[in-house]
Antibody, heavy 120, light 110 residues
Framework: QVQLVESGGGLVKPGGSLRLSCAAS????????MTWIRQAPGKGLEWVSY????????YYADSVKGRFTISRDNAKKSLYLQMNSLRGEDTAVYYC?????????????WGLGTLVTVSS | QSVLTQPPSASGTPGQRVTISCSGS????????VSWYQQLPGTAPKLLIY???QWPSGVPDRLSGSKSGTSASLAINGLQSEDEADYYC???????????FGGGTKLTVL
């Protein structure tokens, strides 16, 4: 069955960096667009970024543009999110998710999430 | 402030029909399909509806989605206690070039 497992979260100081990873299994990873979604404590869902199946196309929310970079390694079946210049408002649970091939709105598989806390 | 507008709360008694609305604009719901998600406390979201009115496998047909103009809605028939959760709508936004979510609706089963 499809499994997505995020890792790399933790406590980081404002201005610091963190790299999240998402290990995929149970499906042909290289066929699917992948997405990062985040949820601040007690708040709603916020789309962060998506990447095409080949990795050539990427989109970012304005709130993270220029600070976050999404990437993937299809050989390793892994998705990444490099987060730089972190701010307090980046504190959230970060989920990786996949949808129906190129669909980035209908996400039918999600990981359990990894918590990122930005605080001094 | 979310791009898509949902009521913060909704409620109903077991067996009732409840509807949750999601209001957007011509750049999102008006021109793109809507998805709906359910999130139980402490868990990842679960896809309930895609392409505005389609069910993924495993989702009961007592849930249904619809879209008209720049608004969408999720209807839950035969409300059950296990439906108590947060519900989110989502759509692609052509102006923002990204996915937008509603602020979420907390459904309480009385």
């Amino acid at each position: 069955q499809v499994q997505l497992v995020e890792s790399g979260g933790g406590l980081v100081k404002p201005g610091g960096s963190l790299r999240l990873s998402c290990a995929a299994s149970g499906f042909t990873f290289s066929d699917y667009y992948m997405t990062w979604i985040r949820q601040a404590p007690g708040k709603g869902l916020e789309w962060v970024s998506y990447i095409s199946s080949s990795g050539r196309i990427t989109y970012y929310a304005d709130s993270v543009k220029g600070r976050f970079t999404i990437s993937r390694d299809n050989a390793k079946k892994s998705l990444y999110l490099q987060m730089n210049s972190l701010r307090g408002e980046d504190t959230a649970v970060y989920y990786c998710a996949s949808g129906f091939f190129e669909d980035v709105v209908s996400l039918d598989h999600w990981g359990l999430g990894t918590l990122v806390t930005v605080s001094s | 402030q979310s791009v898509l507008t949902q009521p913060p709360s909704a409620s109903g008694t077991p067996g009732q029909r409840v509807t949750i609305s999601c209001s957007g604009s011509s750049s999102n719901i008006g021109s793109n399909a809507v998805s709906w998600y359910q999130q139980l406390p402490g868990t990842a979201p679960k896809l309930l509806i895609y392409s505005s009115n389609q069910w993924p496998s495993g989702v009961p047909d007592r849930l249904s989605g619809s879209k008209s103009g720049t608004s969408a809605s999720l209807a839950i028939n035969g409300l059950q206690s296990e439906d108590e959760a947060d519900y989110y709508c989502a759509a692609w936004d052509d102006s923002l070039n990204g996915v937008v979510f509603g602020g979420g609706t907390k459904l309480t089963v009385l």
